[in-house]
Nanobody, 124 residues
Framework: QVQLVESGGGSVQAGGSLRLSCAASVSLYNDYCLAWFRQTPGKEREGVAAIYFGNTAYADSVKGRFTISQDNAWNTFYLQMNSLKPEDSAMYYC???????????????????WGQGKQVPVSS
C-alpha cells in the first residue's frame, strides 16, 4: 500500500498563499489518481482537487485559486493554494487511488491511501 506523507501548510492571512506537498513511497507515474481533500469539524470530508495523467479537476469553491500538480519524479504531488479565504480553513489530506478518474474529483469511496493531514488556518 502506498504511504503518503504531507508537508507544508501553516497559518496564513486571507489573500495569502500556501503550498502543500505529498510525498509517496512509490512512483505514482500514471498508475494512480491523486487528490486533495479537506475537512472542517462537524462536516463531511470534501474533495478539493484531483489529477490523473495530467487531467485535473477542482471543486467549484477553489477553481481559479488552487492548483494540483505532480513533480517530474512522479512520487510527489502538490496543492498550490492562492488567494486563500477564511472559509478555506480546514484539515487538508492528500489521497491516492488505483482507480483512474480523469477530469473529475476522486470519490472518497475509492481512496486507498491517505496522508496524515495538515491543518491550514486562514485568518481574516
Amino acid at each position: 500500500q502506498v504511504q503518503l506523507v504531507e508537508s507544508g501548510g501553516g497559518s496564513v492571512q486571507a489573500g495569502g498563499s500556501l503550498r502543500l506537498s505529498c510525498a509517496a513511497s512509490v512512483s505514482l507515474y500514471n498508475d494512480y489518481c491523486l487528490a486533495w481533500f479537506r475537512q472542517t469539524p462537524g462536516k463531511e470530508r470534501e474533495g478539493v482537487a484531483a489529477i490523473y495523467f495530467g487531467n485535473t479537476a477542482y471543486a467549484d469553491s477553489v477553481k481559479g485559486r488552487f492548483t494540483i500538480s505532480q513533480d517530474n519524479a512522479w512520487n510527489t504531488f502538490y496543492l498550490q493554494m492562492n488567494s486563500l479565504k477564511p472559509e478555506d480553513s480546514a484539515m487538508y489530506y492528500c489521497a491516492s487511488s488505483r482507480v483512474h478518474f480523469s477530469g473529475v474529483l476522486l470519490p472518497q469511496y475509492f481512496v486507498r491511501s491517505w496522508g496524515q493531514g495538515k491543518q491550514v488556518p486562514v485568518s481574516s
